[in-house]
C-alpha cells in the first residue's frame, strides 16, 4: 500500500518540481517534464529550442537576465558553451536528479500518512466509518467528482496564442543557413523568424564553426608533442599548473590532453578562472571541475577577478582544496596557498575591506617561514600574484612559487634567501589566451599557456611550460630542472 501511494506521489512532486541555477551564464529556472526534450525557454523576442533526450524524462529550462555589455559579446558566451556542452549537462543532469531524490523523500514520508491514520483507527473504528450506505457513497462521489472539476477546470477557455506550438527542424526554418551537424536535431517553435532573428543565428552558427574547429585542431595535434614532453621517472609526480582561464573553457579540453600525454595526476590552480567572480560564470568552474574531475589532488587559490567567494566556494562543494593561508599535503608534497586580497571587474579594482596587499604578503611570510622553523617545509606556495610571496622566498622559507596574474611567463627565477635556503619563482601565463580578463571568443586573444611541474621526495624538481598561440601552433618548452641544494 505505502508502495502504491508513494509511486503516484512521487510522479506528482517530481515534475511539479523547479529549481533555479546558472546555464550558459543565464539565471535560470529548470523544471523536468515528460516529452523527452530539453526545450530551451529563450524569452520573450527569440523563439524556443528544443532538442530530444535520450529517456524519458525532459526537461524545461527558463532562461532569465545575464549580464553581458554587447550581444556580440553574448554570442561568443554561447558559442564558446555551445562547443563544450558537457559541463553545463552535467550541472543541470545533477540538479534534476536532486529534485528527483527531494520527491522521492516528499513522497515517502507523505505516503505513511494514510497508513499512521488507518492503523490508529483500529479495526472496529474503521469498520464502523467505512460500513457502506447509499449516503456515504453519493458523498464520495460528489467529493470525487468537484476535485477532478477543481484539477481540471472545463470551463477555461483555452488562451490565445501569439507564437503557434508547432516545432519545426531548425533546418527548415533557416533553410539558407548551413546549420551544423551537431544541432541538426534542434527544432525551433513556430518557425516565424525575423530577419534580425536569421542575422543572428548565421552569425553564431559562423562562430560555433570556426571556435569548433579551432579548439578541435589543437585537440587533434596534442600527440604531437609526446616526445617533447619530459617522462617522469617511477618516483617522480606532476602536476599541471593552469591561472588566468578568465571562462575559457575551450582551453579545458586541450591542457587535459596535453597533461595526459605528460603523465600529470594533478592540477594546481593559481586563479581568475572567471573575469567578475560572479554567478553567471559557473559554466566556467563547472567546466574546470568536469575537465579534472577524476584528479585525486585539486588545488586553488582565487584571483582578484575571482574575489567575493563564489568562485572558491563553488570549487570546494565539488571536492576541490582551498589554499587560503592552508597547508595541505598531497603525494608527500606540501602545499600552502594565500588568495588575491584584491578585487577587480572587467574595469579596475574595486575597494574591499580587510588586509591589504602588503599586509597580506607580511602575514604570508611570517606563516610559510613558521611551518618551516617546526620542520614543515613548504614546497610549493601558490598564489595568483608572485609579489605576494616575495618575502616569503627571500627569507628562504619555501622551494617554489607558483602564480599567474601578469599574463605571460616569467621565470623560473632562482633565490637564495637570507637563510642560505634557496627556492624559485615561476609565473605562468594565461592559459585562457586572455587580454586583460576577457578570454571568451571564436579562437584565442593572445598566446595562451599552462605549465608542468615535477616533483620528486616530496619537493619540486622541474618546470616545462606549454604555450598555445593564437594561430594555433603548440610548442613545448624546454624541461627546467630546478637545483634546491
Not at 147 to 170: A, C, K, Y
Not at 197 to 207: E, N, P, Q, V
Not at 425 to 442: I, K, L
Not at 448 to 472: C, H, K, L, M, S
Request: aromatic fraction near 8%.
Amino acid at each position: 500500500m505505502w508502495l502504491l501511494l508513494a509511486v503516484p506521489l512521487w510522479f506528482v512532486l517530481f515534475l511539479n518540481s523547479q529549481t533555479s541555477m546558472v546555464v550558459a551564464g543565464h539565471d535560470a529556472v529548470v523544471k523536468p517534464t515528460l516529452d523527452s526534450h530539453v526545450r530551451l525557454a529563450t524569452g520573450p523576442y527569440l523563439p524556443d529550442l528544443r532538442m530530444p533526450t535520450a529517456g524519458r524524462f525532459g526537461v524545461r529550462i527558463d532562461l532569465g537576465k545575464t549580464r553581458s555589455e554587447t550581444t556580440t559579446e553574448l554570442i561568443e558566451r554561447y558559442v564558446v558553451i555551445g562547443n563544450h556542452p558537457e559541463a553545463e549537462v552535467r550541472a543541470v543532469t545533477r540538479e534534476v536528479k536532486g529534485l528527483a531524490v527531494d520527491a522521492a523523500l516528499r513522497a515517502g514520508l507523505l505516503a505513511l500518512v494514510p497508513i499512521a491514520l488507518w492503523e490508529l483507527l483500529g479495526a472496529r473504528r474503521r469498520a464502523e466509518l467505512f460500513r457502506p450506505s447509499p449516503r456515504k457513497g453519493i458523498v464520495v462521489a460528489v467529493a470525487a467528482g468537484l476535485v477532478v472539476l477543481v484539477v481540471v477546470q472545463p470551463w477555461q477557455p483555452e488562451p490565445p496564442r501569439v507564437q503557434p506550438s508547432t516545432w519545426i527542424d531548425l533546418t527548415d526554418a533557416v533553410p539558407e543557413i548551413t546549420v551544423p551537424a551537431e544541432l541538426s536535431d534542434v527544432q525551433v517553435q513556430g518557425g516565424a523568424l525575423t530577419q534580425g532573428t536569421r542575422k543572428l543565428i548565421a552569425s553564431a552558427f559562423d562562430a560555433f564553426d570556426r571556435s569548433k574547429a579551432f579548439y578541435a585542431a589543437l585537440v587533434d595535434k596534442a600527440p604531437e608533442l609526446a616526445p617533447l614532453l619530459h617522462v617522469p621517472e617511477e618516483d617522480q609526480t606532476v602536476a599541471v599548473l593552469v591561472s588566468d582561464r578568465h571562462d575559457n573553457i575551450g582551453m579545458d579540453e586541450v591542457v587535459r590532453t596535453v597533461a595526459d600525454l605528460a603523465g600529470a595526476s594533478a592540477v594546481i590552480d593559481a586563479g581568475d578562472d572567471t573575469s567578475t567572480g560572479e554567478s553567471w560564470e559557473a559554466f566556467s568552474l563547472e567546466s574546470l571541475d568536469e575537465a579534472f574531475g577524476d584528479y585525486e589532488t585539486r588545488l586553488m587559490v582565487a584571483g582578484n577577478h575571482d574575489h567575493g567567494g563564489y568562485v572558491s566556494g563553488y570549487l570546494r562543494r565539488r571536492g576541490w582544496t582551498h589554499l587560503d593561508h592552508v597547508a595541505a599535503t598531497a603525494f608527500d608534497v606540501r602545499f600552502y596557498g594565500v588568495d588575491d586580497p584584491r578585487s577587480s571587474g572587467l574595469g579596475a579594482y574595486r575597494d574591499v575591506r580587510g588586509p591589504t596587499f602588503d599586509e597580506v604578503k607580511a602575514q604570508t611570510a611570517d606563516e610559510v617561514c613558521a611551518l618551516d622553523a617546526k620542520g614543515e617545509r613548504v614546497a610549493t606556495l601558490v598564489v595568483h600574484d608572485a609579489n605576494m610571496a616575495r618575502p616569503a622566498l627571500d627569507r628562504g622559507c619555501v622551494d617554489l612559487v607558483v602564480a599567474g596574474h601578469l599574463h605571460v611567463q616569467v621565470g623560473p627565477d632562482r633565490v637564495t634567501g637570507s637563510n642560505g635556503s634557496v627556492g624559485y619563482s615561476y609565473t605562468n601565463g594565461t592559459t585562457g589566451g586572455a587580454a586583460y580578463a576577457v578570454a571568451v571568443g571564436g579562437k584565442l586573444r593572445r598566446e595562451a599557456e599552462f605549465t608542468f611541474v615535477t616533483y620528486a621526495d616530496g619537493r619540486p624538481v622541474g618546470i616545462q611550460p606549454v604555450t598555445v598561440n593564437t594561430r594555433g601552433v603548440m610548442t613545448v618548452g624546454a624541461y627546467i630542472a630546478l637545483d634546491l641544494g
